[in-house]
């Protein structure tokens, strides 16, 4: 086997699509700049290496994407166990077997191909909801593993949390405790400390980034003062759960409490989340002259940078949300107030970098007050306000990205 200066490592992630594929990229580009050989294990390898192949210099013996076998260990499977625990368990065992052989056939192919033995997995996103899928792909590789751990609801206090918590986070917990476990990357550096007393590896706080792609239309000068006597836009854009805040906006907008405004309403939305009265409201934005919805995917993130250069605002005013969201990374590359609900990670941030302003949860006179606080003259604003958008890049930067990774394989 040809000598290698550092150990491979295999990333692993099944959920290649929105800003998991913005992950995906860029932890494989960190892991390569820090010299690992990289085996992606995920659905679409074509896709990764393309983007590779376009935005780094790596050498074919470094990298290789392999496509990730299908699987399906479900919450299902978990009620079955823990009903009928002897029969579950030798049946999910005969199950299992053939999801199992066929993954690791998939590692091997990969370590073959670039001619070295895997070190250990890193899984690109761990959520608690996937506790149980993250625990059988641990179980399989049988490797040493670490992850960005994203939105561990288990060490935030949540106002409409209740204190009873679910299997997928008992299942949580327990992998925190795994010994095969080397290295957590954690977005918020204030659960840092629990986290830290539950599990026995290091913490690693990692930026919170975004993808910097340019605009697929950029915005010239004269472009710009054509912008400026046209009403000013507000922008809620990514996954648009009624948690999103897509209602209170749409309310405003309807009821006509933001004359001489206008909303850009884009991403995927659950129609199955919202009740019928929400539905009518939806549907009654996709008419207003006012707004203007796409309610689907946006999988370019030049074409999603480039709605977000035609807002004037940011909106991030998510209920009961303790995390942190790139919402406030992409409103600093492109110099954007935003607007968030006060209580939570991301009410600090906003203060602590005067990156907009901060709400009361749920309250539409505020929201619209806000907005018109920052639109009535956005120039005043901002030199009153000083935001410190320059700053929040440099923390959450791709850059600072390769620093959390070399960190991690330390």
């Not at 995917?297 to 942190?324: K, M, P, V």
């Not at 619209?368 to 930067?397: F, G, M, V």
Request: aromatic share 10%; net charge positive.
């Amino acid at each position: 086997m040809a000598h290698i200066s550092k150990e491979a490592v295999a990333i692993v992630e099944w959920n290649q699509m929105g800003h998991h594929e913005t992950y995906l990229r860029h932890y494989t580009n960190a892991f390569l700049n820090s010299g690992h050989p990289v085996i992606v294990m995920c659905k679409d390898p074509a896709k990764l290496t393309n983007w590779i192949a376009k935005h780094t210099n790596t050498q074919p013996s470094q990298f290789i994407a392999v496509e990730l076998p299908d699987f399906a260990w479900d919450k299902q499977r978990i009620r079955r166990k823990r009903r009928k625990q002897a029969f579950a368990w030798f049946k999910n065992k005969i199950f299992d077997i053939p999801k199992q052989r066929k993954i690791k056939q998939a590692l091997r192919n990969g370590e073959s191909a670039l001619n070295v033995k895997c070190g250990w997995v890193h899984f690109a996103c761990f959520y608690e909801h996937q506790a149980y899928t993250i625990k059988q792909l641990i179980d399989t590789f049988n490797l040493p593993w670490t992850s960005l751990y994203l939105l561990p609801n288990i060490f935030y206090a949540c106002p409409n949390k209740t204190t009873k918590t679910s299997t997928q986070e008992d299942i949580a917990q327990k992998l925190l405790q795994d010994s095969r476990l080397r290295g957590l990357l954690l977005l918020n550096e204030h659960i840092a400390p629990a986290v830290e007393q539950y599990c026995n590896c290091p913490i690693i706080i990692a930026p919170d980034f975004a993808d910097i792609s340019l605009p697929t239309i950029l915005i010239n000068e004269d472009q710009k003062k054509q912008q400026q006597k046209h009403n000013p836009t507000i922008g809620l854009l990514g996954y648009l759960l009624p948690s999103k805040g897509t209602i209170s906006i749409s309310r405003l907008l309807l009821q006509n409490k933001l004359k001489g405004h206008a909303l850009i309403l884009a991403g995927e939305l659950p129609w199955d989340k919202y009740d019928a009265e929400q539905q009518i409201i939806l549907q009654n934005i996709q008419q207003c002259e006012s707004a203007r919805t796409r309610f689907e995917w946006i999988n370019d993130e030049s074409e999603y940078n480039a709605l977000i250069q035609e807002c004037d605002i940011l909106l991030a005013t998510y209920t009961d949300f303790a995390h942190s969201s790139n919402t406030l990374t992409k409103a600093a590359i492109f110099n954007k107030p935003v607007i968030v609900n006060d209580g939570h990670l991301m009410a600090q941030r906003v203060r602590d970098y005067r990156l907009g302003e901060i709400i009361p949860e749920g309250d539409l006179n505020a929201l619209r007050d806000a907005i018109l606080k920052i639109t009535t003259n956005t120039e005043h604003w901002i030199q009153t306000n000083q935001p410190r958008w320059a700053a929040y890049r440099t923390r959450h930067s791709i850059e600072s990205l390769s620093n959390s990774i070399q960190q991690l394989a330390e």
